[in-house]
């Protein structure tokens, strides 16, 4: 548990303490669960305990910096959801991007 604690420290500060210049590129993934409403109506609460339910993201980053010699950079990102509820027999699946 003592390691455990200094690797994360010593990963924070390392990365607190990071400088980049140039091109920045960012890419990550997730996945849990997830609630989705629609018009006011929650689909959540509506399914049984047979039916799975499951949320993914994924997102992109990629800018330039630093400016001058001021610490701006400039980050576009692009990123999505995706959230599924499914049985054995049928899914219902809801997405959004560049969110």
């Not at 996945?31 to 047979?50: E, L, M, P």
């Amino acid at each position: 548990m003592k390691r455990l604690l200094i690797a994360i420290t010593m990963l924070a500060i390392t990365s607190v303490t990071a400088y980049s210049q140039g091109l920045y590129f960012d890419i990550g993934a997730g996945v849990g669960s997830a609630t989705t409403k629609f018009d006011g109506h929650d689909f959540s609460k509506d399914v049984d305990s047979s039916v799975d339910e499951i949320g993914i993201g994924l997102g992109v980053r990629i800018g330039y910096g630093p400016i001058g010699n001021y610490p701006i950079y400039i980050v576009g990102d692009i990123s999505g959801t995706g959230h599924r509820f499914e049985d054995d027999y049928n899914y219902v699946q809801f997405n959004t991007y560049l969110n």
